[in-house]
């Protein structure tokens, strides 16, 4: 388990030089870390200066002296944690292009979009749809030009090397915050809260200090929720710290469980760090789908199949039908949107307490999809009445929650 965090400073004495991380500044920057020539091994750590976070990235010849040197680290009284890279990934998409037929009124795709129904968004809508709440989608970058998400995509930050914006991260927003009734492709489960994007990955992986700079920047940056579609089955104490610094900040944190449930089912971060909001997934049948993660860390499940979600400049602007924990999670992370809209002093337990407990039940399950299917319309309904006692579902305790595989 990573240490607590000590208010206690004293100066760092490094041998080797700290790189920092990205300049905290509302444009793209610089990439998490410039690695010299030769095979040097990253290790990144976190250290509290003032009342700020401050990922940083120091080298290592070879394996073996990475981990003597983050031990070193991690003694010292500065360093919260300190740990070789933590490299986390997409998970490779299923899709099938959705054809446009015919002009309509309104969004021509939406009946593709059975999952609003399931998930009860259209019941949410009268109350709310988002506005005035920001999103933020760390992942492969958001194209702003889309067509579902035009003017409401926030300027953002780059931490992962190279510009390029992917597929993935622009499909996730479309999932979260795609227009209604605008006449293009379908609809998010808030279609009317912002992006905030943060680019952490790069086609060849998310590297953790670039999650973990992407997570600490969109909690000092405005985001109301995190959206982390990506993961992998190590733990990272520098992670886990960012989170709990978002947390701290009042932001609520969404994860995807996995997309490997029937392949030995490995617990995986940043899901199942304590205090994330870990989402899992049903299948088109309505069942739960074996191919999902789950385990005790999972909080909700969400539909998770032929979701319809548009795409980058690159793809046409077209919409995709995709299948996979990575688009159960924007639903659950617009869901935590429309309850902030309604409850803007509910704390991230409050809100996970919240999506936990009006779930759907689905008795018939395996145990580890959660309490059941996301239910917006109920949760919106019981944030707006917060003095109505809640039913009981015992929560897992934070700490508890995040088990090392």
């Known amino acids: 388990m990573p240490k607590h965090h000590r208010t206690a400073a004293r100066p760092a004495r490094r041998a080797t030089a700290v790189a920092l991380g990205c300049a905290l500044a509302a444009l793209p920057c610089a990439p998490a870390t410039a690695l010299p020539a030769g095979g040097s091994v990253p290790v990144d750590l976190v250290r509290h200066v003032g009342d700020r976070l401050v990922v940083e990235t ?86 702003p030009a889309t067509p579902d998400l035009a003017g409401r995509v926030l300027p953002g930050a780059n931490f992962a090397e190279g510009t390029d914006i992917g597929t993935h991260g622009t499909q996730v927003a479309t999932v979260v915050a795609g227009a209604h009734g605008n006449g293009e492709g379908a609809a998010g489960v808030a279609p009317d809260v912002e992006v905030l994007p943060v680019r952490v990955c790069a086609p060849d992986g998310c590297p953790g200090s670039a999650v973990a700079q992407g997570i600490v920047w969109a909690a000092d940056h405005g985001a109301d929720v995190v959206n982390l579609s990506l993961g992998g089955p190590r733990y990272s104490a520098v992670t886990a710290d960012a989170v709990d610094y978002a947390l701290g900040k009042g932001v609520v944190v969404v994860a995807a469980a996995g997309n490997t449930g029937d392949q030995g089912n490995p617990v995986e971060y940043p899901a199942s760090y304590p205090g994330v909001v870990s989402v899992s997934a049903s299948a088109r049948d309505g069942g739960a789908a074996a191919w999902a993660q789950h385990n005790p860390a999972v909080d909700v499940s969400a539909p998770g199949e032929g979701i319809p979600a548009g795409g980058p400049a690159n793809q046409g602007y077209g919409y995709h039908a995709v299948t996979g924990t990575s688009f159960s999670a924007p639903q659950v992370a617009a869901a935590a949107a429309l309850v902030r809209s309604v409850d803007p002093a509910a704390t991230p337990a409050r809100v996970e307490e919240l999506l936990r407990t009006t779930a759907a039940p689905r008795p018939s399950w395996p145990a580890g999809y959660g309490t059941g299917v996301l239910d917006v319309a109920a949760a919106v309904r019981a944030a707006a009445t917060p003095a109505t006692p809640l039913p009981t579902t015992p929560l897992v305790p934070r700490r508890a929650r995040a088990v090392r595989s």
Not at 81 to 100: C, F, I, M
Not at 136 to 142: I, K, P, Y
Request: hydrophobic share 45%.
């Open 58 to 143: 120091v080298t290592a010849p070879d394996a073996a002296a990475a981990e003597r040197l983050a031990e070193r680290l991690t003694a010292l009284e500065s360093v919260s944690s300190a740990e070789p890279r933590t490299t986390y990934h997409l998970a490779p998409v299923a899709a099938e292009r959705l054809q446009v037929r015919g002009l309509l009124a309104t969004d021509p795709l939406l009946r593709h979009a059975t999952h609003l129904s399931e998930v009860g968004a259209f019941s949410a809508w009268p109350t709310t749809t988002g506005r005035g709440v920001t999103v933020a989608v760390l992942d492969s970058g958001v194209d």
